[in-house]
């Protein structure tokens, strides 16, 4: 396992081999650019490093932006270090930080901060104030600063035609099945079990309430979902609502998790759950026991679901 600092922290002087990103996702796309880092970094002796921005640049340079991310900071940063970095480094990204011009970066950060001999980047990558320099313009402070740049060209990252947008827009129709193979593994919800109103325990479906406090976290389409955790090192499967319960009358989003062959108390406990595939939408019944039976389809969909695991 590697470091995760905030770049400040960061002290060593080794030479490092650095890849520049928000990575939102580390989807297959990322891991490619990642896997040849760590690669690179071994062959010639350099520290791997993953230089990444939180909040996303968008949210601090667009104040009307709503965007959603795949990932919270912590999940994104477990998912990098788990590949194997030496060192993933989060900036925190303001509008002072944005004002640096494209030689003050590279001089501040890359050359003083983290003593950089070979930068790994897309063929597309964009940085500097208004970010107006380019991949050539890198390049050139190479030549100046004695590190190497290698690209990494369109027909690389457009034959895994895999990005974050498009993750994204699969989670928000519910397609759980083409986000998860673009991200090489399954999509995740990570929060807080809270008390809930009980009427999943009426239903003899008790229900883990999931509290997610980023409220920047995406948040998939309402509806029924096959889920897996682990909790106390054992994996628990399950099945997930996300939405208002109109059958009940409910006024708010809700995530509630119920837990396959589980009866322990998980409240204040901190859970990731991995959603796996979706059953169906989110639906108002005509009466409580429309809606059980309904629950009781959805469990066995789950159970032979999980059979083909």
């Not at 520049?20 to 490093?49: A, P």
């Not at 270090?81 to 060192?87: E, R, S």
Request: proline residues 3%.
């Amino acid at each position: 396992m590697g470091k995760v600092l905030p770049i400040e922290k960061y002290k060593s002087k080794a030479p490092t081999i650095v890849t520049i990103g928000t990575f939102d996702g580390v989807h297959v796309g990322h891991q490619k650019i990642i896997n040849r880092l760590i690669t690179l970094g071994k062959e010639e002796d350099f520290k791997s490093v993953i230089l990444t921005f939180f909040p996303h640049p968008r949210m601090v340079l667009q104040k009307d932006s709503n965007i959603k991310l795949i990932n919270t900071i912590d999940e994104r940063s477990d998912i990098l270090d788990a590949l194997g970095l030496d060192y993933l480094l989060i900036k925190e990204f303001t509008k002072d930080f944005s004002r640096l011009s494209a030689e003050e970066f590279v001089k501040q950060v890359l050359v003083d901060k983290l003593n950089t001999k070979k930068v790994i980047i897309g063929y597309d990558h964009r940085f500097g104030r208004n970010r107006n320099a380019d991949i050539n313009d890198l390049i050139k402070y190479g030549d100046v600063f004695g590190f190497n740049v290698e690209e990494i060209s369109a027909q690389d990252i457009n034959d895994v035609a895999v990005s974050s947008t498009k993750i994204r827009k699969a989670l928000s129709d519910g397609n759980i099945q083409k986000a998860n193979k673009y991200l090489g593994y399954p999509f995740m919800l990570t929060g807080t079990v809270v008390k809930g109103k009980g009427i999943g325990k009426d239903l003899d479906y008790p229900t883990a309430n999931i509290n997610i406090q980023e409220a920047y976290k995406l948040i998939p389409k309402q509806g029924s979902y096959v889920v897996r955790s682990t909790i106390d090192n054992k994996a628990v499967f399950g099945m997930m609502n996300i939405g208002m319960n109109p059958t009940v009358n409910g006024s708010s989003e809700s995530i509630e998790v119920h837990f396959f062959n589980f009866d322990e108390t998980i409240y204040g406990k901190n859970i990731q759950v991995d959603v796996l595939e979706r059953i169906r939408d989110e639906q108002k019944f005509q009466s409580i026991l429309e809606l059980k039976k309904q629950l009781e389809k959805d469990k066995q969909f789950s159970l032979n679901f999980i059979n083909t695991l």
